[in-house]
Structures are given as C-alpha cells and as structure tokens.
C-alpha cells in the first residue's frame, strides 16, 4: 500500500511540473493571454512558456513582445513562434526566420511570419514583399 501511495505521490509531482514544449492551439476556444480574443489563425500564434512552466498563448507576435514586457514579474523560459507554412508547428523564436511588412496581415497587426527555414524565409520574402527581421529588432520594437 506504501508503494501505491508513493507511486501516485510520485505521479503527482510530476504531473504538476510544467512542460517547456510549447502546446498545441485550439483554433476558435483558446484566447489570446493579452488581448483576450479568440485565436482563429495559427499562422500567427505565438507562445511563451515560463520557469515553472506555465504556458500562455497569443494570436500574434505582437501580443506575446507585449505581453512579456508588461509582465516583468515572471521569469520566462521560452518563445515560440508558429510556422507560417504549418498549423501547431512551432518553433523557438530564436531559431526562426521572420518577415514583418509587406502584405502580412497578422490579427493584432504585429505583421510578421516566421519561417523553419532561411529558405522558406527567402522564398516568401518576395511573395509577401516583406521585410527579413530578427527576433532581436521585433522584441525590441515594441
């Protein structure tokens, strides 16, 4: 009965530690954790998970830079953007490849898509007459 108790203890405490693998969106049920609306478009969404692995969801870039410099009191883990080319594929913002202008039109207006891959990134720079941009300058245009 001991070993029971312990094991499910066990269980327990590990289910309540958060994971820092970004989560799938519920496209049209998960609001956006700072502008509260409704995410409709997973090219957009973004993620950003803290220390102790709470997870917060945004329908753009834009909202998660502003949300994060609102919020300085939690220490944060992770970014994550969603790849523009694929619904709940996320990528570690500094890893990605992003374009801002152009003929992006992202909910919240941050206008900007990221990319798995520098290829993809040049290949729809021109499409969307866009702009390449690193994470670095969109953190730090808000």
């Given at each position: 009965?001991?070993?029971?108790?312990?094991?499910?203890?066990?269980?327990?405490?590990?289910m309540s530690c958060g994971?820092?693998?970004?989560?799938?969106?519920?496209?049209?049920?998960?609001?956006?954790?700072?502008?509260?609306?409704?995410?409709?478009?997973?090219?957009?969404?973004?993620?950003?998970?803290?220390?102790?692995?709470?997870?917060?969801?945004?329908?753009?870039?834009?909202?998660?830079?502003?949300?994060?410099?609102?919020?300085?009191?939690?220490?944060?883990?992770?970014?994550?953007?969603?790849?523009?080319?694929?619904?709940?594929?996320?990528?570690?913002?500094?890893?990605?490849?992003?374009?801002?202008?152009g003929t992006i039109n992202?909910?919240?207006?941050?206008?900007?898509?990221?990319?798995?891959?520098?290829?993809?990134?040049?290949?729809?720079?021109?499409?969307?007459?866009?702009?390449?941009?690193?994470?670095?300058?969109?953190?730090?245009?808000y």
């Amino acid at each position: 009965m001991k070993k029971i108790f312990l094991t499910l203890l066990a269980i327990g405490f590990l289910m309540s530690c958060g994971s820092k693998e970004p989560k799938p969106i519920k496209l049209n049920a998960d609001p956006c954790d700072f502008c509260k609306m409704t995410i409709s478009n997973s090219k957009f969404a973004a993620q950003l998970i803290t220390q102790k692995g709470r997870h917060y969801k945004f329908d753009d870039i834009a909202c998660m830079i502003q949300f994060a410099k609102s919020n300085t009191v939690v220490p944060y883990e992770a970014f994550f953007v969603n790849d523009y080319l694929k619904d709940n594929s996320f990528i570690p913002v500094e890893k990605s490849f992003l374009l801002r202008g152009g003929t992006i039109n992202s909910p919240m207006r941050g206008n900007c898509a990221a990319f798995a891959t520098m290829g993809k990134q040049q290949e729809y720079q021109n499409q969307l007459h866009a702009e390449a941009i690193t994470w670095k300058e969109v953190y730090n245009s808000y």
